[in-house]
Antibody, heavy 124, light 113 residues
């Protein structure tokens, strides 16, 4: 059973860069899934941010693409999120998740395992 | 982007009664080539991450009780809880994976009446 755990600062100042890491355990990040980030503002719904394959191929939400970088470190079995120029609107619980990609499919599908989430507050 | 719209936003159901949640996509999420609907359902309990319930609109994830069922095709989908239990209190989300960006419905909150 794959385990995911987010980590990073819980408070980020406006205009700075939010950086989070997701540690994956009990599953090799190189084994064929995409790995994604999803966020949820307090009391609101879910927004997909971006996903990455072990090859480095990425998909980003166009609404955030100019500010987002998702990267992968296979040696550490982890992947990361950077979101630049943050504002209060970026305050949210950030989840990392395994993004299912069946063999033969070009794109990933649904999110079948999630981390517990980490609250990031943007405030001075 | 494919917009996912759920209804109602919230509902209160008595224990043991049926709960029905609807999800409508702004375009069809059905692929004729493989006869599949690219739609998933999640359950999110307070303070927890979402948990996958169904994919392909009606394929139950391992461990999901059979009082939960998913149905629908094309643009209209339904999640049904046949006999609501106290542990089913949660917010439920649909998600399309027909094409990126992957998008979720706004959520439906299910409570006990």
């Amino acid at each position: 059973q794959v385990q995911l755990q987010e980590s990073g600062p819980g408070l980020v100042k406006p205009s700075e860069t939010l950086s989070l890491t997701c540690d994956v355990s009990d599953y090799s990040i190189s084994s064929g899934y995409y790995w994604g980030w999803i966020r949820q503002p307090p009391g609101k719904g879910l927004e997909w941010i971006g996903s990455i394959y072990h090859s480095g191929n990425t998909y980003y939400n166009p609404s955030l693409k100019s500010r987002v970088t998702v990267s992968i470190d296979k040696s550490k079995n982890q992947f990361s999120l950077k979101l630049s120029s943050v504002t209060a609107a970026d305050t949210a619980v950030y989840y990392c998740a395994r993004h299912e990609k069946p063999s033969g499919s070009l794109i990933p599908y649904y999110f079948d395992s999630w981390g517990p989430g980490t609250l990031v507050t943007v405030s001075s | 982007d494919i917009v996912m719209t759920q209804s109602p936003d919230s509902l209160a159901v008595s224990l043991g009664e049926r709960a029905t949640i609807n999800c409508k996509s702004s375009q069809s999420v059905f692929y004729r080539s493989n006869n599949k609907n690219y739609l998933a359902w999640y359950q999110q309990k307070p303070g927890q991450p979402p948990n996958l319930l169904f994919y392909w609109a009606s394929t139950r994830e391992s461990g999901v009780p059979d009082r939960f069922s998913g149905s629908g095709s094309g643009t209209d989908f339904t999640l049904t809880i046949s006999s609501l239990q106290a542990e089913d209190v949660a917010v439920y989300y649909c998600q399309q994976y027909y094409s990126p960006p992957w998008t979720f419905g706004q959520g439906t909150k299910v409570e006990i009446k």
